[in-house]
């Protein structure tokens, strides 16, 4: 693979992860939920949650789908076109 297209691929999985991320914790929050309950719900460790919310790593599909479980939620995946 040529390195720009990596460079570019690599810049919007972050993007994207660093979106859900986001969205997470704002729900989070607004349900009052502590990043210990997450932990308990998602059998994460407490750090591992606050690693998770830091965007310091782009997570797996299997850890984004068991947070937003834990609101109460589900993720979707939408396939767009191009701008």
């Known amino acids: 693979m040529e390195e720009r297209k990596k460079i570019e691929y690599d810049l919007q999985t972050q993007e994207i992860s660093d979106g859900i991320v986001q969205a997470l914790i704002v729900e989070r929050k607004r ?4 990043q210990q309950k ?3 719900d ?6 591992n ?9 782009t997570p797996t599909l299997d850890v984004l789908t068991r947070y937003a479980d834990a609101l109460g939620k ?3 995946i939408e396939l767009v076109d191009k701008e």
Do not use: N
Not at 31 to 34: H, S
Not at 42 to 47: D, I, N, Y
Not at 49 to 57: A, D, G, L, Q
């Open 74 to 76: 589900k993720l979707r």
């Open 31 to 34: 349900q009052g939920f502590t």
């Open 38 to 40: 997450i932990a308990d």
């Open 49 to 57: 949650v606050t690693r998770f919310e830091s965007c310091k790593y």
């Open 42 to 47: 998602t059998g994460m460790k407490t750090s």
